[in-house]
C-alpha cells in the first residue's frame, strides 16, 4: 500500500543546504531552478537553504535538484560545483574564500 502511494506521487518537496555568499548568489540560486519540471524554488540566504518542489517524473534522482545549483557554482549538502564553474563566479560569491558581501550588498 505504501509503495503505491510512493508511486502516484508526481512532485517531491524538499529543502537542502545550498552555499553562497550575498544578494547576487541568491538570484542566480533562484533563477537557474527556472527550468522545466521546477514547480517552485525559494532560497534563502540567511540560512543557505533552498526550498524545491519539482516533478519526479523529470528529476527521478534528487541529486539531479542538486546538480541544478552545482552546475551555476554553488555546491549543495550532496553535489559540489566543480573548480571551473565556482572559479567563475563574482569576487564577492566566493562563498569558499570567506566573501560575505558584495559591494551592491553594503549601500
Known amino acids: ?10 512532485k517531491a518537496d524538499i529543502t537542502f543546504g545550498v552555499s553562497a555568499a550575498c544578494g547576487m548568489c541568491e538570484e542566480r ?3 537557474a531552478y527556472d527550468v522545466k519540471g521546477i514547480v517552485m524554488a525559494d532560497y534563502d540566504l540567511k540560512t543557505q537553504k533552498l526550498h524545491v518542489v519539482y516533478k519526479t517524473k ?6 539531479d535538484v542538486h546538480r541544478i545549483a552545482a ?9 559540489k560545483s566543480t573548480d571551473e564553474v565556482y572559479n567563475n563566479l563574482h569576487g564577492c560569491c566566493k562563498y569558499r574564500d570567506g566573501a560575505h558581501e558584495c559591494s ?3 549601500e
Open 29 to 31: 540560486i533562484e533563477k
Open 1 to 10: 500500500m505504501l509503495s503505491a502511494n510512493l508511486l502516484g506521487q508526481s
Open 58 to 63: 523529470l528529476f527521478p534522482d534528487v541529486l
Open 104 to 106: 551592491g550588498d553594503q
Open 71 to 79: 552546475n551555476v557554482g554553488h555546491d549543495t549538502e550532496k553535489v
